[in-house]
C-alpha cells in the first residue's frame, strides 16, 4: 500500500504566477488535510477536506489560497499570485477515521520557493 | 488558546545514551491525544508514539517511551539507547479530541542529533 503521494517534491515559481500542489491520500483514506511549515517552525493547520467537501479551512489565508478534493484524483492545494512570504514546504496528510482514532499519515512535502 | 510548547531547540546525545525532550502543552480540555512525530532530512513526518490524554499509562513503542503528566501537562519523550538514525527534528503535537476536524496543533521542534 503506497503511502502518501505528493508532487511535485520541489517547486519554484517566480512572483504573482500559480502554485498547484497535489496530493494522493492512501488507498482507503477518505480524510486528507493540508500544514504548511515554515522554516524553523513546526507545522501549521490549513485545511481539511473529505471527498468533495471542506471541512474546515480556517489555517487558509482569505486570498490567493484554495484547496480541492474531487471525487476522482488526488487532492489539490492552489496558491494564485504568489508571493515570497508563501515560500514553505506544504503537508499532505490523510486517514481512514478522525485522527484521534487513528494515525495520521504525512507525505514527503513539497517545498515551494518563490522567487 | 491551546498551544504546545518545546523549550529545548537543540539537543545532541552520545550513540547508546539515553535523552529526553520535553513538551508542555495547554488546553482547557479533559480528552485529547497527544503525538510525537519525527522528521528526518528527508522531510518525512514519521509518528513515534500516540498517547490519549484518559489513559493513566504510559505509552511505549520500543525504545521510545512517554512520560505524561496530565496534571502538570506534560509529555517528554524518552529515546532510549539512541542511535544515529534517530538524527531528526522532533515534533510535539496534539488534538483536542472534542474538535471535529482533528487539527493536530504542532509544537516548533526540537533538533536532535545523535553523536557516535
Same mark, same amino acid.
Given at each position: ?8 517534491? @520541489? ?17 482507503? @483514506?477518505? @480524510?486528507?488535510?493540508?500544514?504548511? $511549515? ?6 501549521? &493547520? ?18 490567493? &489560497? ?13 496558491? $494564485? ?9 506544504? &503537508? ?13 499519515? &504525512?507525505?514527503?512535502? +513539497?517545498?515551494? +520557493?518563490? +522567487? | ?18 535523552? #529526553?525532550?520535553? /513538551? ?52 517528554? !519523550? ?6 544515529? %538514525?534517530? #538524527?531528526?527534528?522532533?515534533? /510535539? ?13 504542532? %509544537?516548533? %521542534?526540537?533538533? !536532535?542529533?545523535?553523536?557516535?
Amino acid at each position: 500500500n503506497a503511502g502518501v503521494m505528493q508532487n511535485p517534491r @520541489h517547486l519554484v515559481r517566480r512572483r504573482g504566477q500559480e502554485a498547484r500542489l497535489r496530493c494522493s491520500p492512501m488507498k482507503g @483514506h477518505s @480524510h486528507v488535510y493540508w500544514y504548511r $511549515q515554515l522554516p524553523e517552525e513546526g507545522l501549521k &493547520f490549513m485545511v481539511y477536506l473529505q471527498k468533495e467537501n471542506i471541512i474546515d479551512e480556517s489555517g487558509m489565508p482569505k486570498e490567493r &489560497f484554495s484547496a480541492e478534493f474531487p471525487k476522482e484524483g488526488p487532492s489539490i492545494l492552489r496558491i $494564485q499570485q504568489v508571493v515570497r512570504g508563501d515560500s514553505a514546504a506544504y &503537508f499532505c496528510a490523510s486517514s481512514p477515521l478522525r485522527v484521534g482514532n487513528s494515525p495520521l499519515h &504525512f507525505g514527503n512535502g +513539497t517545498r515551494l +520557493t518563490v +522567487t | 488558546a491551546q498551544t504546545v510548547t518545546q523549550s529545548q531547540p537543540e539537543m545532541s546525545v552520545q550513540e547508546a545514551e539515553t535523552v #529526553t525532550l520535553s /513538551c508542555t502543552y495547554d488546553t482547557s480540555e479533559n480528552n485529547y491525544y497527544l503525538f510525537w512525530y519525527k522528521q528526518p532530512p528527508s522531510r518525512q513526518m514519521i509518528l513515534v508514539i500516540r498517547q490519549e490524554a484518559y489513559k493513566q499509562q504510559n505509552a511505549t513503542e520500543n525504545r521510545f517511551s512517554v512520560n505524561f503528566q496530565k496534571a502538570a501537562k506534560s509529555f517528554s !519523550l524518552k529515546i532510549s539507547d539512541s542511535q544515529l %538514525g534517530d #538524527t531528526a527534528m522532533y515534533f /510535539c503535537a496534539f488534538i483536542p479530541s472534542r474538535e471535529n476536524t482533528d487539527k493536530l496543533i504542532f %509544537g516548533t %521542534g526540537t533538533r !536532535l542529533q545523535v553523536f557516535p
